[in-house]
């Protein structure tokens, strides 16, 4: 009975070969430093944008609140952190698989033959603790296959923070986005509001004789188009709002929504990007790719471990009795150790074929990782391209929406004193209903932008 505890422990201090092959990260397939040019903007010094909160970084309170929603409700995200427990769950699973299971077992029996002087009668009773079929791993595929289970998990767990950065940033982008449209909205509105007026005022004028007809068919012109803006921004807003409320998974407070885009600050005005092109080895995404390559490393060792002799091991030790009262003395003890080898011979190719199937998956894994690796340099390198331009656009169109603004100012002045032609104030009037819808998607683009980079440089989460 002491020897087969001892045998147990042999065995599993014997299982500690590893066939994995030695794992290096692979060199990243992106340039050191980021593009440079006038179209983009140096990168920021600074910590990490990862160590960055959501909470910082977003400096809206209805905002913060309304992504806080989002992070509480959102079914997406719900299904993600569930599939990081499953992860960890079968993790655990294949973990137990590392050590024997101990059985505690019972069994009564009663058998009789014959009849009268030849009956006999047969009373068995039994009780004890036992291993069964316990692969005592001699060359590591448990080990293994382990392995490759945890970074299953841990990539899942990466998968998941990369939900969560991208619906914060799937919220801000939408948050934002209902702003705008409210903004192309009223200034329709006020559009509309200001032809109309316009165009009585010329249908007078036409009664009058002052005025052409020309000129009363153009002010109408312009009210129509103001008008069909207003419908299709109207709907526009409750489009927004409906996307809004399916990120947060349940209605948003009234009071939470914004009026406008202009002069409110949604975001940091500037984002740590860090020197070095090295923060994309910090995204979730590549992450996640470089666990999944770490879990495809390992399933070679264990396919490579198929090829070598399976040690299994099963031992019971009790006591076995054909009366209850004698079941626990010192005479009816049992013992039994069963140890079996299984040595594989011929396969018909299964070992190999499972073997150059890890194989692949591994060449496989470490393309996708290369090739996340680009995708986060691209996606980082248009941000910051944007970035590196965006407010001499901005500062261009403010200027030009003030040019705007003049010029009808005087064109209906003019006008009014009978010193220029209608169609020169229409003119006026509908560059300055262009140059002020520009102004809005120009600062949507600035705000989104922003939104972007915290995302694509694996924005922080805590």
Not at 33 to 55: L, N, R
Not at 298 to 327: D, K
Request: proline share 4%.
């Amino acid at each position: 009975m002491r020897s087969a505890p001892s045998l147990l422990v042999l065995a599993l201090l014997t299982g500690c070969i590893s066939l994995d092959p030695d794992y290096q990260r692979p060199s990243a397939p992106v340039s050191a430093a980021w593009p440079k040019g006038s179209a983009y903007a140096p990168p920021a010094a600074g910590a990490p944008v990862a160590e960055t909160g959501w909470q910082d970084f977003f400096v809206d309170a209805d905002l913060r609140a309304v992504i806080g929603q989002a992070l509480d409700n959102n079914r997406d995200l719900r299904v993600a952190v569930q599939n990081v427990l499953a992860a960890r769950a079968k993790y655990q699973v294949q973990d137990a698989a590392r050590l024997p299971t101990v059985d505690a077992t019972g069994s009564a029996g009663y058998s009789r033959t014959g009849a009268g002087g030849t009956r006999r009668e047969t009373k068995s009773l039994s009780a004890g603790i036992g291993v069964s079929a316990f692969d005592a791993d001699l060359f590591g595929r448990v080990a293994s296959l382990t392995r490759a289970e945890l970074e299953t998990y841990l990539a899942q767990e990466e998968t998941t923070r990369a939900t969560r950065i991208s619906l914060i940033s799937e919220v801000a982008t939408a948050y934002i986005t209902y702003a705008a449209d409210k903004s192309l909205l009223r200034i329709a509105q006020t559009t509309m509001e200001s032809a109309q007026r316009s165009a009585e005022v010329t249908r007078k004028r036409l009664t009058s004789g002052v005025a052409t007809r020309l000129d009363a068919a153009e002010a109408d012109t312009v009210y129509q188009t103001a008008r069909a803006n207003v419908a299709s921004y109207t709907t526009q807003v409750a489009q927004d709002l409906n996307a809004l409320e399916i990120l947060t998974g349940a209605p948003v407070d009234p009071a939470r929504l914004p009026d406008g885009i202009e002069g409110r600050a949604f975001t940091l005005a500037a984002l740590p990007a860090g020197m070095s092109t090295e923060v994309l080895l910090n995204r979730p995404d590549v992450l996640s790719a470089e666990h999944s390559l770490k879990a495809a490393n390992a399933n070679i060792g264990a396919a490579r471990a198929a090829f070598f002799p399976t040690v299994s091991l099963t031992t019971a030790a009790g006591f076995a009795s054909s009366a209850f009262g004698n079941l626990f003395q010192a005479r009816s003890q049992s013992l039994s150790f069963t140890p079996s080898v299984s040595v594989p011979i011929f396969d018909n190719g299964a070992n190999q074929a499972n073997l150059d199937y890890a194989k692949a998956t591994q060449q496989a894994a470490v393309a996708t990782y290369e090739k996340t690796i680009q995708t986060a340099f691209r996606e980082v390198a248009d941000a910051l391209a944007r970035r590196g331009t965006i407010a001499e656009q901005l500062d261009a169109q403010q200027a030009t929406v003030r040019s705007a603004q003049t010029s009808y100012d005087l064109s209906q002045a003019r006008y009014a004193q009978g010193a220029d032609s209608y169609l020169n104030a229409l003119d006026a009037q509908r560059t300055l209903y262009s140059a002020q819808q520009t102004l809005v998607s120009v600062r949507l683009t600035d705000a989104s932008n922003l939104v972007t980079l915290y995302q694509v440089l694996g924005g922080g989460i805590k």
